[in-house]
């Protein structure tokens, strides 16, 4: 029997399954004034900053909200009035992204490409000739949506040649893929702890150029969304918040941080999730699962289903079975219509991967749905 380590296996692609000490770190009250809720925070910013390799050249400032809410910070502090934004959109968090930019009347342009083939230099190129106006890009790393990761190194060469300043949206792969700010030359990366870093949500994260933060006081229309406001908050009143932090979300993630450096970085996490996804791939294979993705251009930290052709399958009647089991999948985004998604993040090893399985095998057996073929992998679009 392979050893059930979690009673409920949230395999959403974030929030995920969540380690008990993180949680249990949620148990105690913090005084966010006080000497030892400074110094956690200080702690996650220059640990977060590290990681990431920027210490020389970036500044880490948190933000209460989800991950959306530091996309808009970002936005809202670092894009000036003058400027013009361009936004990669080739999935659904590229959708999102823009979404943002269109609710901050914000002067655009949309880069609409198709999930696959992924962007390429040309293709930024084309798009910053076609419209000299534009002074910043916004690019979503790996897309959960779909599982399909961005090629971020091809965009921040052009962009940099072209001396347009990059902002990624990183949220779902900081923590376990390298990126490295400095070598990018990145304006903003942003993130949030209920992903690849293993914590609870409640904050988001913008890692900023310094010097890009440096020129914006004032600019953010937004007083909560200030990053440059908060940022100074942090440095002048050593690493305190400006409005009331979650407290109990910054204890989880600061116990969160302790087992990401002992699990040695970001490059063992990665193979960890690695081992996951194809575990999972293989034996989904096995079943006469196709993916929506080669593997070439999939991130292994969600992987993304055809819905069988078996007339007897329906996705609310899959899930109803899989959670009643204890086991949380995700439906598709509307980017991805007929799919639906495993996300291997988290407290996660391969024998869990083995109960995800069986618990499949059990779940499609009382739906109804016995054999089918798998589907050629559609054309995607
Ligand atoms: C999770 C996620 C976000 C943030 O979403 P929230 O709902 O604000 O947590 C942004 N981009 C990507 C790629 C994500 O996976």
């Excluded at 407290?247 to 087992?259: D, F, N, Q, S, W």
């Amino acid at each position: 029997m392979t050893e059930r380590r979690h009673d409920l296996y949230l395999l959403t692609p974030g929030p995920l399954t969540v380690a008990d000490e993180v949680k249990r770190e949620m148990l105690a009250d913090r005084s966010p004034n006080a000497e030892p809720h400074r110094q956690l925070t200080g702690m996650i910013r220059d640990y977060l900053l590290e990681l990431c390799n920027g210490r020389a050249s970036h500044v880490c400032v948190p933000v209460q909200g989800s991950g959306t809410y530091a996309i808009e910070a970002a936005l809202h502090t670092l894009v000036p009035r003058d400027g013009k934004l361009l936004v990669v959109q080739n999935g659904f968090y590229g959708l999102r992204l823009r979404e943002i930019a269109e609710g901050m009347h914000m002067p655009m342009a949309v880069l609409e490409l198709p999930m696959l083939p992924l962007p390429t230099a040309a293709d930024i190129d084309a798009a910053l000739n076609a419209d000299p106006a534009i002074t910043h890009i916004i690019l979503c790393h790996v897309d959960t949506g779909t599982g399909v990761r961005n090629p971020i190194g091809e965009v921040a060469e052009v962009a940099a040649r072209r001396g347009v300043k990059l902002l990624v949206d990183a949220v779902a792969s900081f923590g376990a893929f390298p990126i490295d700010v400095a070598a990018l030359g990145l304006e903003a990366l942003i993130t949030s702890p209920n992903k690849c870093l293993e914590s609870v949500p409640g904050i988001g994260i913008v890692i900023a150029s310094r010097a890009g933060l440096e020129a914006a006081a004032g600019r953010s229309p937004s007083v909560v969304l200030d990053l440059h406001a908060q940022w100074k908050f942090f440095e002048e009143k050593a690493n305190q918040w400006r409005w009331t932090p979650p407290t109990h979300v910054m204890g989880a993630l600061g116990k969160a941080i302790e087992r990401h450096r002992a699990e040695g970085g970001a490059a063992p996490r990665l193979a960890r999730y690695r081992r996951n996804w194809r575990r999972l791939v293989d034996g989904m294979r096995q079943r006469g699962f196709a993916t929506l993705l080669p593997d070439e251009a999939a991130a292994p930290i969600v992987a993304t289903f055809l819905d069988p052709d078996d007339r007897a399958y329906d996705f609310q009647k899959f899930y109803a079975a899989m959670a009643k089991r204890g086991f949380i999948i995700f439906p598709g985004r509307l980017t991805a219509a007929g799919t639906f998604r495993i996300g291997v993040m988290g407290d996660l090893v391969e024998s869990d991967i083995t109960l995800i399985l069986e618990a499949i095998d059990a779940s499609l057996a009382e739906i109804g749905v016995a054999r089918f073929t798998p589907k050629a992998r559609r054309a995607v679009a």
